[in-house]
């Protein structure tokens, strides 16, 4: 017999393991919704050829494409290519969906889109503890705006959710590719190989500035650029003296990075400021922070939690990505949470609208007794669970108590009123 | 370029659409989480082999399937069939992922476990009005009891929910599988001849009992086992003038169907009627609704509404099935609601938890201004959409009522207090 387990990498969701991500979910949900993010919904497939376009960069090596409909023997002969074969995928992201989505329905969105999106991705990775193939993302996107204002709501409104979620305290790490390309250009690294470059300095936090020199001169870079990139490594404070701000960005960039950027960089912090009031800024320019989607075109950022050590999500700018759906440019920014990375960590309290009672029977109960108890309780606004009497009461009671439930009452043939005890 | 549709069949939904759906799911939600039906998820995914196991009927050849990872030229080349290349699919239903589901976690849940699930499924059907390649179910299952308590709690489950979206009115079509094979019995047709019989039969409603005569004739059905059916068919008043019982279902059956058949369909109007209080049974027996699918072993239902002429939904036992997976029988019944066929149908106010305010904003208003007006209001528990002044502000406000805001307010630069207007 086959396995009854779901696909590798894949999760079954039991009823209180799903209770608990639903009450989650609604928090995320009602916290975007408040910030003004429209929900909105795209088909889980799109065509084969718009995920293997290069924009989704690793992840489309990594997608679960559609086998085509209707192939016939001669067809698969002919065969040479998987291409050849499918002609739709799953989506590995909520972005290029989005960007596909926007160019279809732009004359029907608000000149500036804010969009949220709550919704499964896959992608074939090789199963290890806490990565799934089957996930939940969570993405806010502001679409036409591309000032720092956008930056500045997408940080407020992540910053809320996380803290209606019970894990205030997050820190936002903020970049801009366009400071770290000026940055490879004043230290002499060729444009052709900066992609490369950042690579290797996307390792910076694990290896360190002498590893991250040693790599780059074991790629071939220039001596030059590796020992101005090195000596301006060893040279950035551990933790700068200033507040966020001109002052403190510029002290972390070499000179010859334009002020535009750092304009706009401060300008963030200045919008997250007006909307979180007073007190310490959330956020701290990294100058080294590179993300690896290579779509992004401006700031980047990443969400930092004191109680873990990985980052609890990221985004930016990807201004010139519509303009391939549209072909027109559209500026773009986004903010993705890593559900399952939260989730995890969110310990809500079970919110019951309703009362929630479970009612232990007899087996001789006759059925219309039993159902009417059920239906006065439900319509008196409660939620109710039957269970004929078994034996181990005690394990009956435990699940319901996790599934739930607050309160028990047990039935006879017969009986009218029914007596409620607490479960615990 | 390549079209910016979502692919063929599916479709996008745009931020009033998705609320719209997504109030209507939360009531069916909350009425079946009343009624102890408690919420699972499964991966989209199933494995190949499953999903093309017999049990899935019609909507086997209808399945997604998924490309293997991966394949090289050589495995292309050595692929004949389609099975070949696939080691997933989507899944075409709720039930066959449910029984997986159940198989493989039976220990933790609940010795009676009433599930609900709310999800999409995909089928590759020839796409046309009123039908999707991705459409959402929502089913409700009772797995664990073989009694008519749990076509009672089903059923009355589901029209309380249909109630609660104020489509109230909703009548059950019942039949048993057992009552027409043992029909079929009764009139001489051979057991191996009765599936091709059944789906003629299942035309009925189309081409009427002269209709069915006729196509069984050319299906080379013995003369007298087919004239028995046509002259029963011809004998049955349009409408019983029993009430729903054992009299009415015995009055439309010909005589040697066994009793416990017509006793579990009595037990099931009992339990409805206990559940529902007292009044008209929204049941009505129909001894020749048959409902598509091979697995269904016992009871049969349809659910419809004065207000549309097709079916709203419908479901079965099928205590067959878990045993394919599980080894030895289960017994279990579901109700499966057409999501797409009920949403259009329905007419919720949208229920505004927050009040939802637009601010219509000068280009000239300092971000930080603008912020922290957004700022306070949510804080005060508004929702918020913040709308640069544009040329048509009529379309704009049409717009925002339309996605549920209930009213605005103009904001000029160093304005402190807002005045707000009603939307319409």
């Known amino acids: 017999m086959a396995t009854v387990n779901p696909p590798r990498g894949m999760r079954d969701f039991l ?96 000149s500036v889109f804010r969009s949220v999106q709550i919704a499964p991705v896959w992608r074939a990775e090789r199963p290890q503890k806490g990565r799934y193939r089957q996930f939940v993302q969570c993405d806010i996107d502001i679409i036409g705006d591309g000032s720092s204002r956008a930056e500045g709501e997408l940080i407020t409104a992540t910053l809320d959710a996380l803290d209606a979620l019970g894990l205030a305290g997050a820190e936002v790490r903020i970049n801009d590719r366009r400071a770290l390309d000026a940055m490879l250009d004043v230290f002499g690294f060729p444009e052709q190989d900066r992609p490369g470059v950042l690579i290797t300095i996307d390792k910076l936090d694990k290896i360190g500035p002498s590893g991250v020199a040693a790599e780059l001169r074991e790629r071939g870079s220039a001596e030059d650029a590796v020992a101005g990139l090195e000596g301006f490594l060893g040279s950035l404070p551990e933790d700068p003296a200033d507040p966020f701000g001109a002052a403190q960005i ?79 440019d559209v500026p773009a920014v986004g903010f993705s949470i890593g559900f399952e990375r939260i989730v995890d960590l969110v310990t809500l309290a079970e919110r019951e609208a309703a009362p929630a009672v479970v009612l232990v029977h007899d087996r001789d109960v006759p059925v219309a007794e039993l159902l009417a108890h059920k239906a006065r309780l439900i319509a008196d606004g409660s939620r109710v669970r039957l269970e004929r009497r078994p034996r181990n009461l005690k394990g009956v009671l435990e699940r319901a108590a996790a599934d739930g439930y607050a309160s028990f009452a047990t039935v006879a043939a017969g009986q009218e009123d029914l007596e409620f005890k607490p479960l615990d």
Request: glycine share 14%; net charge negative.
């Open 250 to 328: 510029r002290s972390m960039l070499p000179a010859g990075v334009p002020d535009e950027i750092v304009d706009h960089l401060v300008g963030i912090g200045e919008a997250v400021a007006s909307a979180r009031g007073e007190g310490a800024t959330p956020l701290r320019f990294d100058p080294f922070l590179v993300r690896g989607m290579g779509y992004y075109t401006g700031t980047i950022f990443e969400i930092a939690h004191p109680s873990v050590g990985y980052s609890l999500g990221g985004g930016g700018r990807y201004d010139g990505m519509i303009g391939r759906f549209l072909g027109s």
């Open 15 to 110: 009823p209180a393991d799903k209770a608990r991500r639903e009450r989650v979910l609604a928090v995320i949900r009602d916290r975007y919704r408040a910030h003004g993010f429209d929900e909105i919904e795209t088909p889980v497939m799109e065509e084969y050829g718009r995920l293997h376009a290069g924009i989704g960069g690793d992840n489309e090596k990594l997608a679960f494409n559609i086998l085509k409909r209707g192939l016939d023997e001669q067809a698969l002969q002919a065969a040479s290519d998987p291409a050849d074969l499918a002609d739709l995928g799953l989506r590995y992201d909520l972005t290029v969906p989005l960007s596909r989505f926007y160019a279809s329905h732009r004359a029907e969105l608000p």
